[in-house]
């Protein structure tokens, strides 16, 4: 155990570097679930071809309760993450990333079903933890900035209004504790 707290020290402390990520993560590839700032929630995976990691999330929401509120949601989410500190314990990383969702949401009883489109771009900073050489924990903090198509909205998580259209910014792009995520490594 103390080990791991000096690994995540150095790590906060600058030593290692993007190399340590290159030499310790380069060509793994995990899958995990996930969710972004800008409020995709869905399965994950991560691909490290170097120094730096591919990541890419994507989920389907199929919600039919009895009240009659219901939704269908599919969303993705790709970008990239740059190791800025890195050791064999942890990783601070920044990135950037795309989000796109569809969907069709019913408010209520009697109400006919609004579908929405809503893109998002991110700047996420990331702060994971090597629990093991095959399994990670992560927390995310970021600016997400959001356009909607409509008075649909489709990520969960996106700050702002529910019932509004148009273009937002959201800083930090995350509800109250952040977002994160588990990654499983081969």
């Not at 990541?55 to 993705?76: E, K």
């Not at 989000?99 to 700047?123: H, M």
Request: charged share 15%; net charge negative.
């Amino acid at each position: 155990m103390r080990r791991r707290g000096t690994a995540v020290a150095l790590c906060l402390l600058g030593a290692g570097g993007a190399h340590a990520a290159e030499a310790t993560h380069s060509g793994k590839l995990g899958i995990g679930g996930s969710q972004t700032t800008g409020g995709v929630t869905g399965v994950n995976v991560v691909y490290w071809p170097g120094p730096f990691a591919l990541d890419f999330t994507a989920g389907l929401d199929l919600t039919f309760p009895s009240d009659g509120n219901g939704a269908v949601r599919f969303v993705l989410a790709a970008g990239a993450f740059y190791p800025l500190l890195a050791s064999t314990g942890a990783d601070f990383s920044i990135g950037g990333r795309f989000d796109f969702g569809v969907g069709k949401v019913t408010y209520g009883p009697g109400t006919s079903p609004e579908a929405g489109l809503q893109i998002d771009f991110e700047i996420p900073a990331r702060l994971e933890w090597w629990v093991t050489d095959h399994f990670s924990l992560h927390a995310e903090l970021g600016l997400a900035i959001e356009i909607v198509t409509n008075t649909t909205r489709v990520f969960a998580a996106a700050g702002g209004n529910a019932q509004a259209d148009g273009f937002g910014i959201v800083l930090p792009g995350t509800r109250v504790v952040g977002t994160g995520g588990f990654t499983f490594y081969f």
